[in-house]
């Protein structure tokens, strides 16, 4: 798929660390699988992937917390 941002790239699959944030959390996923440009590295997540994310965002604002780090588990 081309690059929406830089219109000159291609996505290919790769990881990324993704950073969330509400109010005073702050949840810091990392190797979350994306499709990533090859030229300016904007990503692009599925909607399966996004949905976990945010579950696992919810969870952290649930147990207020200021900043957690957590490896992707699909």
Do not use: F, H, W
């Not at 081309?2 to 969330?20: D, Y």
């Amino acid at each position: 798929m081309k690059c929406i941002i830089c219109k000159t790239g291609e996505t290919a699959p790769g990881k990324v660390t993704v950073t969330l944030e509400r109010g005073s959390t702050v949840l810091l996923v990392k190797e979350v699988p994306a499709q990533v440009c090859t030229q300016c590295g904007e990503y692009y997540l599925d909607e399966q992937t996004t949905r976990r994310l945010y579950e696992q965002a919810e969870k952290a604002l649930e147990r207020n917390a200021e900043l957690e780090v957590l490896r992707y588990a699909a």
